[in-house]
Every structure is written in C-alpha cells, then in structure tokens.
C-alpha cells in the first residue's frame, strides 16, 4: 500500500526513542495516523507541528497497518502564528477539534478545504468569524447539522435570532419569547455567507458550536471540549488585555 | 545460558533511552570484564545520586541542598528568572555559560493531547515566586513548538498582573545556519525579529 497527499499536520505524539505516530488530516484519506521515523529529530519536529501544510506518503505492507508516513513540508502556517497568543490558540484548537471529531480514515474533503482556508485566514484580523463558521461546517460534514434556514415553530426565516439546544433548528425573535432564556443565542453573521461577526458574536457563536460539539461529538469523552478549544474561548473574552504581554 | 542476575540487569539497562537488548547485553559484559575500574564505582556513584540528590523546592532543579546551589549562589542575579521546561534545558543554559541569574523548572509544557494542564506543571511556585517581590524580569525560555509557546502565552497572562517584565528567547538563525537550508517558518521569524546593525 502506498499512497502521496496533501495533509496538515493535527498531532504528532512521541513513540519510543526517535520516532512519532503523527495525525494528519489528508484531502483524500481523511484523518489519518502513521509512523514518522526519526520525527523527534531536529530536522523533523519543526515540520511536524500541528497546523503544519505537508506532501505525506505513506506506506504499509497491508492497509490496515498503521504504516509509515515520509513529510516534506510545504507551507509552514505554524510559524507564523506562534508568537500571537490569540491565533495559536486558534490554530491549535482547530486541529485539536478535528483529531477529535473525525473518525479515523474516512475521507472528509470539505473538513480539510475549510481547515485549510481558516489556517490561511489567520493572518486576517477576522479569522475568529471564520473560525466559527469552519465549526459549524464541521457539525454539518460529521451529521450534527444545524438547521438553520427557517424557524422550528413558524417555519417564517425572518428574524431568525435562537437555536434550540434540543433540536439544534433555528428559533425566530417573536416565536423564542417566552423560551428565550433556555434557548442559544444565534450570532447573525452565521445566517449571512462572507459576514464578519463582531467580538460578542463570535463569542456567542462559540457558545452555539461548543455547547452542540460537546453534545453530539466530545460528550463521550469524560474531559469535554477539548482543552485547546476551552483556551481559546478563555482568549477570545479577554482579547482586549491578551495582547498587553511582552 | 544467561544467570537471571545478569538477566535482570540486561532488562533494567535495556531500558534506558539509547539503549536496546542488544547493547544493554553489551553494556553489562563491559561492567563484568571491568568490575573494580567501572562496574563498582558506578554503583556507588548510582547510589550516590539516589541517596543524595534533591529536588529544590524553591526551583526544582536537581541538587544534593535544598534549596540547590544555584540557588543559594550570591553571585548570582536574583532578580531575573529564567524559565526553563525540564532539568536538561537548565543544564543546556548552564554549559552555555550565557545565563547568570535564577532558574525555574516547570516539568513539561502544556500539552492538550497528553492532557497536561496547568495543575500538573510547576507553575503555582513560579506565580508565588514572582508573588514575593524581587523580580524585575522573567524570561520564558521554552521550546519554538506550539505546546511550548502555548505554555509561554499561558504564563505571560498569569504574569501580568505582577507587573514584572516577561521576556522570551528570540526564534531565528543559528550560529553556522546557511539560509537555504533553513526552513520557512524559522525563515519568516528571523526576518520579522531583524535588528539594526
């Protein structure tokens, strides 16, 4: 067996002396593991960090062996992040979210175009919109879409300014009144594609994304979200001061 | 046929990093054929090491005084802090000789896939260090990886409220680095962090 594609580096995890069994996250072959030999080395760790783009080849004797991966960096978005706070925390919960969300070796091409879009974005001031947009998508691609194109108790999409946590449908101003305070707060620039939400926003629609990702996708694991995802959220309501350091 | 003693050591030093069954076996007719030169003094000298040595709990460097001799050094530099991951990074800054002020050890770095949080490194001591006054600065010293800067960010905002300057290693060119073999990311960072010359 022996394939070549483009992955970007999700998680690499030290495995005995030299090597790491790295998590990619491929354009065909989904989230994928291998074996780096020599990834603890100083040629390799630098490549093999999460958000790294990379060419992998993997090979194995039968496919369902964990097999070996060979990594030729081609876009180092690591780097470029890793001395602004804020957008490593994205980074690195965007990578920590899709090593837990996808199931091993299934194909998810959209997953992987819109990781790649939002790592590419970051140099933008608002990546955080997109960031929750990518979340979103991310539901919808694994079957815990939100329906968000009309209201669950009218059918009326004017309006649209709830989502109800049991149904995941969006909920109108007039029909969420007398439910309101059990209902989750839909940010208007999710119903709206290209839109830039504001900071209280985003921070509400990392409520909305967090609260259906910790039900429908992290609810088995004892620890929830992940903790990367719980930093940036952290990061995301202080931003004013997290830029006050060094 | 092997006697279990020998068995046994084999297997114990066949797990130390570098080595696998093969030279441990190597390693332990070496000890034999050189009992009085190498195999004695190096168990008493093991023996040394478990009896005598310490962690410093003020931080968490390895010593036989607690608090360790760097420490309780009057030469040097009390004000500044250096913080450093592990034991071997300290020991890395210390053959440098490029470093004379006080060191912090914090036991790893955050880490959410091995499920290291802060709770499990040394950072109360730190926070409680700068806490007590004397510190002008603080110098985070961790790896360029992203477990390591996020463990820095993380410290950089504990420490912020102390109002003590928080520093960190500069990413760039390496002593004897050509740029072509550089790679992209180390590229772009030496770039950005460019002085006058």
Redesign the interface.
Known sequence: MDWTDDGIVL?A?KHG?TSSIVSLLTRNHGRHLGLVRGGTGKKT???L???NRIEARWRARLAEHLGTFSCE?K??F???V??D?LK??G??SAC?IT?GALAEREPHQPVFEGLLALIGSLPQDDWPSAYVKWELGLLGEIGFALDLSSCAATGQNDQLAYVSPKSGRAVSLAAAEPYKNKLLKLPGFLLRPGAIGAPEDVNEGLVLTGYFLERNVFGHTN?GL???RN?LTDRLRSKP??K??? | MVSAEIEILITLLAKLPGLGPRSARRAVLHLIKRRESLAQPLTKAMGDVLENILTCSACGNLDTQDPCQLCTDPKRDATLICVVEDVADLWALERAKVFQGHYHVLGGTLSALDGVGPEDLNIPGLIDRVGNGGIKEVILATSATVDGQTTAHYLCDRLASTGVQVTELAHGVPVGGELDYLDDGTLGAALKARQPV
């Open positions: 998680s995890k002396e760790r630098g490549v960090q999460p958000g960096m876009e180092a690591t780097a470029t890793l001395r706070p490593l925390a980074l690195s920590a090593e620890n992940p903790a990367a930093r001061t997290s006050t350091c060094r």
